[in-house]
């Protein structure tokens, strides 16, 4: 199965920021003329004023994500995922979490396949509606991002209490640094 590249981008936007303010507006037909096809974003559940956009690999509108972002301080990770076809089916679902976690150091293949199997474990959990992971190729802290759809967030919080995440989840952990993040969102899909 072919991958997909897609830019994970998190920023601060202004208390007043809507999903349909002008330049956000602006900003998302830009991406669309530069080629993009699809595109997912919404405010994080925790933080409203944290906005998640999920697009095609892009990088032609630096400028104008400086602009919306309060902080001028958007952080973005360029995620290759195996699984092309798996991505949106997490993208476009009641409730995504999306998880980062910092790896200490770079980590050899048995790590790969805690990783991978954390990811696989959730397949037959009640509520999981699909996902993807990989590792984020511009960052050198080497951020592992999972994206995972779920029917709610309680379906979420249930699987992460049970046994069968505890089992590889306490392999991971002695390889995980200081600033891991989880974030969750009801991202809204655009399409070209």
């Known amino acids: ?64 994500i400086n602009a919306l972002d309060v902080n001028s301080k958007h952080v973005s990770w360029l995620v290759p995922f195996r699984f092309a076809g798996r991505s949106p089916s997490c993208l476009d679902c009641a409730c995504m979490r ?37 590792i984020a190729t511009n960052s050198n802290d080497r951020v592992c991002l999972y994206v995972i759809g779920w029917e709610s967030r309680a379906h979420h919080a249930e699987y992460s209490k049970s046994p069968l995440f505890d089992v590889e989840i306490d392999k991971l952990k002695p390889h995980f640094a200081p600033g891991s993040m989880g974030l969750y969102s009801k991202l809204t899909q655009e399409l070209s």
């Open 98 to 134: 999306i998880r980062g976690s910092r790896l200490r150091r770079w980590v050899s293949c048995p790590i790969f396949d805690s990783l991978h199997k954390t990811f696989t474990d959730c397949y037959h959990a009640h509520g999981f509606t699909g996902g993807n992971w990989g």
């Open 1 to 64: 199965m072919n991958s997909i590249t897609l830019e994970l981008i998190r920023f601060t936007v202004d208390k007043s920021f809507n999903l349909f303010a002008p330049a956000f507006t602006t900003l998302r037909q830009t991406v669309k003329t530069s080629g993009v096809k699809e595109q997912y974003y919404g405010l994080t559940d925790d933080n409203s004023n944290q906005l998640l956009w999920v697009i095609d690999e892009s990088s032609q509108f630096r400028r104008q």
